[in-house]
C-alpha cells in the first residue's frame, strides 16, 4: 500500500471510550463502555467490535494499521492529544500551560500543541531546536535540565527562548557569561520543596539526596535566588519545583505550593521583589490498567487556584501567573504501542509471549517495573483465557513488556497485540540495542493513518557508523 489515507468504516456496534473532556484524569477510573471495563484506558475514539474488543481508533483499523506500516508501529490519536490540551486550558483557564516535550516531541506533536494554546517545557538543543525548525514560537519555551550543556545555553540563547530554569549554582555565571554584558534573559530557580511524590523511588524529584534544583531546606535555593538577583543581565521572573512523577493525589501539590509561597514571601522580605510567576512542574499520574488511580486534574486545578490565592492573601503577595508542565497525562492515554507476536512458550510452568519490540522500544518496565494491559487484536478469541507474559526480542532476561497479564489460551504466532496508553516515555526514550531500530509512528484522525515518524532502519545504522 502507499502512504495515503486509511480509513475504517464505521463499526455498527462500536462503542466509545471514555470522554477527555471529563478532564485528563478521567480516563483513568473504572468507567467504561458497556460490557468491557478495559476499555477505560483507550483513548476516547476507540471503536469496538460486536464482541467487545478494540478495533480502530481515530477511526483507523488497528489491524490494518499494522499491516500498512509494519510491526512494532505506534500509533498516536491526534483528537485525543488535542482533547487532552483543552482539558488542561479548561481546568487552569488562568495559568500557562506547557507541555513536557520530554513524554514524546515530533513535529506533528509540535503543531498540535502550538495550535491548541500550550507552551513548551524542553531539556535539550535538540528538543529545541527540533521545535522551533517544527515553527513553534521559541518565546513560549522554557528550557530546563540539571546539567545543561553549552550548546544548550547557547542554543536557548541564541533562538530567545522565553524562559531558562537555573537548576544549579554555576549555571548562574554560566548563563550570564553567555548573554553578555548588555544582553537579558529571563531564568527561574528550581526549588526542592521537600515534598515525597510519585510512584517510584527513581521519579521522585521534590526531595533532598537526588539531582534535581536547589534545596530550600539547607538555603541553596535562597543563596542562588540572592545571586540570580545580583546579576544584572538575568531577570528572575520566579520560582519552579517540580515534587516527581507519577502523582495520583492532590495533597503533596498543595503541600508544595504553600512552601514556595512561603518562600517567596521571604524573597519579598529581604530584596523587595515580587516573583511574577510560579511554576509547579507537572508530573501528573495516569492510568495504565483498569483501575487503577489517576490525577484528578480538575481537583488539582480548583485546589491549587485556591490554595494560591489565599497563601498569598495571607503573605500580602500578589498571586503570581501559575505555569504547569504536564506533558504524560496528554500525550500517553493517545498512544498505542501494536506488536506482532514471534513465538509462544510453555516452560516452567510459565507462558511467555515473545513479540517483535521489547525495551528498545519501551524501557519501563525495566526501568520502573511498570506494569501494562496487552490485548489481542485483529481476531476474535473464544478460548479459554491464560495467564501469560509478553516479553521482548532483546538478549537481556529484564526484556519485559508486561509479567502476567491474561491473554486468550490459543495465542499464537502471527497474532497481532495492541498496548494502550504508551504514549509518553517509550519511544522518547528509546534505544539502539541489538540494533533493532525504533518502531515508526502512525499518526490517526478523522479515519485518516499518515506516518509521522519512519522507522528506523538499517540504512540509518550504517550511515551513522563511518569507521572502518
Not at 46 to 75: C, I, M, N, Q
Not at 135 to 148: M, S, T
Not at 409 to 426: I, N, R, S, T
Request: glycine share 14%.
Amino acid at each position: 500500500m502507499g502512504d495515503g489515507a486509511l480509513t475504517t468504516a464505521v463499526i455498527p456496534a462500536a462503542q466509545a471510550g471514555p470522554d477527555p473532556a471529563a478532564g485528563p484524569g478521567s480516563a483513568g477510573g473504572s468507567e467504561s463502555g458497556p460490557g468491557d471495563a478495559g476499555l477505560a484506558i483507550w483513548p476516547a475514539s476507540t471503536k469496538l467490535t460486536a464482541h467487545g474488543g478494540p478495533v480502530a481508533v481515530g477511526g483507523v483499523s488497528l489491524a490494518e494499521t499494522a499491516e500498512r506500516f509494519d510491526t512494532p508501529v505506534y500509533v498516536l490519536d491526534e483528537g485525543e492529544v488535542r482533547q487532552r490540551c483543552r482539558a488542561y486550558r479548561a481546568a487552569f483557564p488562568d495559568a500557562e500551560i506547557l507541555y513536557a516535550a520530554k513524554a514524546f516531541l515530533s513535529r506533528a506533536m509540535v503543531r498540535w500543541v502550538d495550535e491548541e494554546g500550550l507552551g513548551l517545557d524542553v531539556c535539550s538543543a535538540g528538543e529545541l531546536e527540533l521545535a522551533v525548525t517544527a515553527g513553534f514560537p521559541a518565546e513560549r519555551i522554557v528550557l530546563h535540565g540539571n546539567a545543561k550543556s553549552p550548546r544548550d545555553i547557547a542554543s536557548a540563547l541564541r533562538l530567545g527562548v522565553g524562559r531558562i530554569v537555573i537548576d544549579s549554582p554555576s549555571e548562574i555565571a554560566r548563563i550570564a557569561a553567555a548573554v553578555g554584558p548588555h544582553g537579558h534573559q529571563k531564568v527561574m530557580v528550581r526549588v526542592v520543596p521537600g515534598v515525597s511524590a510519585g510512584g517510584h523511588d527513581k521519579i521522585r524529584t521534590g526531595t533532598d539526596g537526588q539531582k534535581f534544583g536547589l534545596s530550600l531546606a539547607d538555603g541553596g535555593a535562597q543563596h542562588a535566588i540572592a545571586r540570580v538577583l545580583g546579576q544584572p543581565q538575568l531577570e528572575l521572573v520566579g520560582l519552579h519545583c517540580h515534587i516527581g512523577s507519577q502523582v495520583c493525589d492532590v495533597k503533596p501539590y498543595l503541600v508544595a505550593l504553600r512552601r514556595m509561597v512561603g518562600l517567596m514571601a521571604r524573597v519579598r522580605d529581604a530584596h523587595g521583589v515580587a516573583l511574577p510567576e510560579l511554576d509547579m512542574g507537572g508530573g501528573h499520574g495516569i492510568a495504565y490498567r483498569p483501575g487503577e488511580p489517576a490525577l484528578d486534574v480538575a481537583a488539582l486545578a480548583r485546589k491549587m487556584r485556591a490554595g494560591l490565592a489565599e497563601g498569598c492573601a495571607a503573605a500580602g503577595l500578589p498571586v503570581p501567573r501559575l505555569l504547569i508542565e504536564p506533558g504524560r497525562a496528554v500525550v500517553g492515554p493517545a498512544g498505542i504501542a501494536l506488536y506482532r507476536v514471534l513465538a509462544v512458550k510453555h516452560t516452567g510452568g510459565k507462558v511467555f509471549v515473545a513479540v517483535d519490540g521489547g525495551m528498545s522500544d519501551n524501557p519501563r518496565p525495566a526501568l520502573y517495573g511498570v506494569r501494562y494491559a496487552p490485548r489481542l487484536i485483529g481476531r476474535h478469541s473464544t478460548a479459554g483465557p491464560c495467564t501469560a507474559t509478553v516479553v521482548g526480542r532483546h538478549c537481556e532476561a529484564g526484556d519485559v513488556l508486561a509479567a502476567d497479564v491474561e491473554l486468550p489460551g490459543d495465542v499464537h504466532p502471527g497474532d497481532l497485540l495492541a498496548v494502550p496508553v504508551a504514549g509518553a516515555y517509550q519511544l522518547s526514550m528509546a534505544s539502539g540495542y541489538n540494533l533493532v531500530g525504533r518502531p515508526a509512528v502512525v499518526g490517526v484522525h478523522e479515519g485518516t493513518a499518515r506516518l509521522l515518524v519512519r522507522r528506523e532502519t538499517l540504512d540509518d545504522f550504517r550511515s551513522r557508523d563511518i569507521g572502518g
